[in-house]
């Protein structure tokens, strides 16, 4: 009796291993299906060649909301509070970039003559006005641009086109103490961690991107039930993951996020300080970009393997642009 109730135990215990090992291998295999859904490269070749097409619009071709001409005003009412009183805080020897800046009008505006500018509007301190670079894949140059750039002189404001952020050498760009975008790479990069640690790598240590970022999940919670995410995070798993909370897994960053669950769609308003140098973001994959004003993207995080972090290579040219001419003013 006693041999019989051992054997049966034996086999108990052994039916219980192999359902672990089961369980373990059918995981697996779970998660490397999750992580197998890479975009198919025609479809993902479709939606670039048409966001292209945004890009390189002109006139009437625009489609709407594709806007390219919000002035410093629209920055302050769309950026996280403390916008302007960071410009005011710098000097003429200091610099500010604009990524996705479009026309260039926020940089026309804070360079507006006293007598032309809003009152109060121009956000500048008693130190006088920074350095401006407007960057933008396409040259949206106007006339207003070009006399001012002849009226500073000095190349105090400088537009650079043809390229993506991330086909610029850090010898091209230089450091800055502010970096802005409004509706610009952050909203329509296909490559959200590389563009952030390349954002990180021109910033001075003390310096603050700010920027923000339209229906996605919102750090406070309070997004709708029904909305329809634009950028949306998944871990390696498939769970949802907030943007903020991505952000804040970043080293060397102290990130403040504001939730605007009461606009018209879900918008995270988000400032970047960076306190150190060794920063590092986690890294993501793209696993669906739907070309758009802004495009839809869903992005994956890579499981952190043992702590290796992940630093922007500095790459160049990996991608098409629309010229490969830098415009420079
Ligand atoms: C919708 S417009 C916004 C223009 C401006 N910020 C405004 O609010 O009027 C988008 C801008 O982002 C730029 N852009 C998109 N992705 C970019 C990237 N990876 N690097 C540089 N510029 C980018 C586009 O070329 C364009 O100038």
């Known amino acids: ?84 009183d960071a410009l005011g805080t710098l000097g003429s020897s200091d610099r500010w970039l604009d990524i996705g800046a479009g026309a260039a009008q926020a940089i026309l505006d804070y360079y507006a003559p006293e007598n032309e500018a809003a009152p109060g509007k121009t956000c500048a301190g008693a130190g006088g006005k920074a350095r401006a670079v407007a960057m933008s894949i396409e040259d949206r140059r106007t006339d207003a641009w070009r006399q001012r750039v002849a009226s500073l002189g000095d190349g105090r404001i400088r537009y650079l086109s043809g390229k993506r952020l991330r086909q610029y050498s850090p010898e091209e760009l230089g450091k800055f ?4 975008d409004v509706f610009g790479g952050f909203s329509y990069t296909e490559d959200l961690s590389e563009f952030m640690a390349k954002v990180l790598s021109l910033l ?11 229906s996605v999940q919102l750090e406070n919670g309070k997004d709708r039930p029904t909305t329809w995410y ?18 804040k897994q970043t080293t060397c960053v102290k990130v403040a996020c504001e939730s605007k669950s009461d606009w018209n769609a879900p ?10 140098s ?10 669906n970009f739907e070309a758009g004003n802004p495009p839809g993207r869903r992005f994956q995080l890579e499981p952190q393997r043992g702590g290796v972090e992940f630093k922007a290579p500095v790459r160049d040219e990996r991608k098409k642009s629309l010229e490969s001419v830098e415009a420079k003013d």
Request: hydrophobic share 40%.
């Open 1 to 84: 009796m006693r041999s019989v109730k051992s054997s049966v135990k034996g086999w108990k215990a052994a039916a219980a291993r192999l359902a672990v090992v089961i369980a373990i291998v059918v995981q697996t295999l779970g998660l490397r299906a999750v992580w197998a859904q890479e975009p198919p490269r025609p479809r993902l070749d479709e939606e670039m060649a048409k966001q292209e097409k945004i890009y390189r619009s002109r006139d009437s071709d625009v489609p709407g909301g594709y806007i390219t001409d919000r002035g410093l005003s629209d920055y302050l009412e769309l950026l996280p509070t403390g916008f302007c």
């Open 177 to 180: 103490q502010i970096i802005t």
């Open 278 to 287: 060794d920063v590092s973001v986690p890294r993501m994959k793209l696993l």
């Open 230 to 247: 634009l950028t949306k995070l998944v871990d390696a798993a498939g769970r949802d993951v907030k943007v903020c909370s991505w952000l």
């Open 267 to 276: 918008t995270e308003l988000i400032n970047i300080r960076k306190v150190c």
């Open 204 to 214: 001075e240590t003390g310096g603050v991107f700010h920027t923000l970022v339209q």
